[in-house]
């Protein structure tokens, strides 16, 4: 059976997005839209669309995870010699998207990149199941292999080394970055594709813009 995309939609409906109900800066209403996505208890709902741009200019996304946020901005993990790593290392600005759609709403920051502190990486590092600590050190993320073969028989090799005793050392070439918005955009669904978009622009002196755009 043939489906017309064109015809694919949904009016939305559930809520609204007023300046008079916003917090003063992004970051305080992203926790709050946060802690409401939570509660919702959504699937993968720290997952978020990473954009950076290529050294020609070309954007380039895909999804990663959110790991944390501070009172400086968003924090996620990767190998830093992955393609993301090396194009944010020529760039060092991105843009996050996270798109609820149980909740109608959309929220994109764009904002400059640093990496975290090392202790912060491997504080994480440690963190995470052993077999994810294993697969980020077997995988040289990004980067052309032979075939799968290649990846089960480098986690076989180590995993037989941690199971007779080795340690697991967080490799050099993986950690975290920060992203720090100095721009933040929230989107509410609202019927008829009038869509409530408020957008925070960084102003001197850590003060935010907030201004309304048309959907």
């Not at 992004?26 to 839209?33: C, D, G, V």
């Not at 052993?130 to 993320?141: D, E, H, L, T, Y």
């Not at 990004?142 to 080394?161: G, Y």
């Not at 720090?180 to 003060?207: I, M, V």
């Amino acid at each position: 059976m043939e489906h017309n995309i064109a015809d694919i939609r949904i009016n939305y409906s559930k809520k609204s997005l007023s300046e008079t109900e916003v917090a003063p800066d992004p970051l305080t209403q992203f926790n709050r839209w946060w802690q409401e996505a939570t509660d919702s208890q959504l699937s993968e709902v720290n997952a978020m669309t990473l954009a950076t741009a290529d050294a020609n200019g070309l954007p380039d996304a895909r999804i990663v995870l959110l790991k944390g946020i501070t009172e400086k901005g968003f924090v996620f993990f990767t190998n830093y010699s992955s393609k993301k790593g090396l194009e944010l290392e020529q760039n060092p600005r991105a843009c996050l998207v996270f798109f609820w759609k149980e909740l109608e709403r959309q929220v994109r920051i764009t904002g400059s990149v640093t990496k975290v502190s090392q202790e912060e990486s491997e504080h994480y590092f440690y963190s995470r199941p052993v077999g994810s600590q294993i697969g980020a050190i077997v995988s040289p993320q990004s980067a052309v292999i032979p075939n799968r073969s290649f990846l089960d028989e480098r986690t076989k090799e180590l995993t037989n080394r941690v199971a007779a005793g080795a340690s697991i050392v967080k490799p050099d070439y993986w950690g975290g970055y920060l992203v720090t918005p100095f721009s933040a955009e929230f989107w509410q669904g609202r019927p008829n594709r009038l869509h409530d978009r408020l957008l925070y622009t960084l102003q001197d002196k850590e003060a935010w813009k907030i201004e309304r755009l048309a959907p």
